[in-house]
């Protein structure tokens, strides 16, 4: 079973930085594929982005490409989502997951999750 907890969510004006931390349990971290999600009231789970085990592949949602960045650092068993440039639409709670069995762009497909950590931007 992999825990998911992440850290960093908070209040930040609009152009301002935020860097969210998500932490796992599992010392085979490593081998996860990992992705983001973010949820706003009133609608669905979306997709932020997604890197892969190695590293060597990584995606992001249209709405964020350019401003976020997601790393990892596999001997901390941690995946970060640098956010850039924050906009009053980034709004939401954001969510780390693990293991995709389907595609990665789609929420369902993810094993584990986090509890979520509400990030609020303001103007």
């Known amino acids: 079973q992999v825990q998911l907890v992440e850290f960093g969510g908070g209040l930040v004006q609009a152009g301002g930085s935020l860097r969210l931390s998500c932490a796992a349990s599992e010392r085979t971290f490593s081998r996860l594929n990992m992705g983001w999600f973010r949820q706003a009231p009133g609608r669905e789970r979306d997709f932020v982005g997604y890197?892969?085990?190695?590293?060597?592949?990584?995606y992001y949602a249209d709405s964020v490409k350019g401003r976020f960045t997601i790393s990892r650092d596999n001997a901390k068993n941690t995946v970060y989502l640098q956010m850039n440039s924050l906009k009053l639409e980034d709004t939401a709670v954001y969510y780390c997951?693990?293991?995709?069995?389907?595609?990665?762009?789609?929420?369902?497909?993810?094993?584990?999750w986090g509890q979520g950590t509400q990030v609020t931007v303001s103007s």
């Open positions: 997951a693990a293991e995709p069995r389907a595609s990665y762009r789609d929420y369902n497909a993810y094993v584990y």
């Open positions: 890197k892969s085990w190695t590293g060597g592949s990584t």
